[in-house]
């Protein structure tokens, strides 16, 4: 029996099956809804053998539903995020990159990070201590490796000077 186009499409359901299955396990923002919805029947048509195209109207749908129920807000996952990653050690930068590269948009990650109740100064600070103790680096090579260091985790470089010239204090 062959298929009409329509029959080999995921349905709304499968697709909100999906999108409930991957919103279950974690929160993400729309964008990255989207891609791992992609990526699922990509995979699915490997085991299959067969090609499913992806019916964009349906997953339309299947998005604003999950926008309708609260169960989608970039702007809510980007506030948990930028908590969470914060309180693992790392700095506005970083985090920005972070949620850029999950697909938030830009105006939505300014907001939240204008909005976020973080003393980055004390978080960069909390890290260089926790990485290198009370006392610190000691010689001009080891600053220059903690710098980097805290560099990398996505702090600002006036924070790093200020944690830096505050060790041992």
Not at 18 to 39: S, T, V, Y
Not at 74 to 82: A, M, N, V
Not at 96 to 116: F, N, P
Request: charged content about 30%; aromatic content about 8%; proline content about 3%.
């Amino acid at each position: 029996m062959l298929f009409t186009e329509n029959e080999r499409r995921p349905s709304f359901t499968a697709l909100l099956d999906r999108a409930m299955r991957l919103l279950a396990q974690r929160d993400h923002p729309e964008q990255e809804l989207r891609e791992k919805i992609h990526l699922s029947l990509r995979r699915s048509e490997l085991r299959q053998g067969s090609a499913e195209p992806l019916d964009e109207e349906a997953l339309e749908q299947v998005i604003a539903y999950c926008h309708e129920n609260g169960w989608l807000n970039d702007d809510s996952f980007t506030e948990r995020f930028i908590v969470s990653r914060s309180r693992s050690g790392y700095g506005p930068q970083r985090i920005r990159q972070d949620l850029t590269q999950k697909g938030v948009d830009r105006h939505v990650i300014e907001r939240a990070m204008s909005e976020a109740d973080v003393d980055w100064l004390a978080c960069a600070s909390d890290v260089a201590q926790k990485k290198y103790g009370d006392q610190g680096p000691a010689c001009l090579k080891e600053k220059a490796k903690a710098q980097r260091f805290l560099y990398s985790r996505g702090f600002l470089m006036a924070d790093i000077r200020a944690v830096l010239a505050n060790f041992g204090h």
